[in-house]
């Protein structure tokens, strides 16, 4: 890293942080005016008040581990991930809905000759920030400027060729697009400009195993990997985090994959 800044790659899904975080100072306040005596468990309000003081130790508890993976958790995981890739360094990388460069920059740190796209459509109620010039202003103090390009655009449409990059990632984006179909054509999308002998990697907080699934269906050969840590976010939050990871290389003529 060049410079005495750090770069800022943001807070995931801000906004339901933010509730979260209320959530849980309802629930505190709840609480302590239960301990205060200011009611009882036979009071009318207990039937409000025992929820919001359940929903907010969850909620404070899902809120401060969003804020912790936004700041130190994901830069750590960033490089576990990028590690499921075997580079060369000479490879065209594609970032899929890149945000302010979490692993575009990652990727084109371990690049030599090759070069890091990144594509956004820059929605700020997913990632706080979000915009081309924090990202590239990421990629300066991180020492890689001269090897990032950033675009606009959308992961259902991609703006590229058949087969142009080697690599494609994305990470944290593939769920923000809200209807299923739409979805996976953001993943045909990637197995469509993925190079024979191209590697994929996606990782996301829900629907990897339908990622996986279409991208199999595209002809790729790719799975989908879920832990026990995946196993028990799914549990505590009644299935609404699905934490998991693709990897998938497409096969064909002349791959070497």
Known sequence: MTGTRAPNYGIDAPLAVRNLLIVAALGVISLITLLLGVWSRQDLIAVIAWPLIWAGLSGGAMGLWMLYDSKV????????????????????VLDVGCGLGLFLIGAAKRLSTGSAV????????DLSGNNPAGTLDNARIEGVAGKVEVLTGDARRLPFHDAS???????????????????????????????SGGRVLIVDVRHTRRYAATLRDAGLDARCVQGIVSSLLTVITFGSIQFGYVIGS????????
């Open 165 to 195: 990059f080697d690599v494609v990632l994305s990470s944290m984006a593939l769920h923000n697009i809200y209807d299923a179909g739409e979805r996976q054509s953001a993943v045909r999308e990637i197995a469509r400009v993925l190079e």
């Open 118 to 125: 990144g594509i956004d459509r820059w929605q700020q109620e």
């Open 73 to 92: 958790g994901k830069w750590r995981e960033r490089e576990e991930y990028l590690d499921k890739i075997a580079w060369r360094g000479d490879e065209r």
């Open 250 to 257: 497409k096969t064909g003529p002349g791959s070497t994959s």
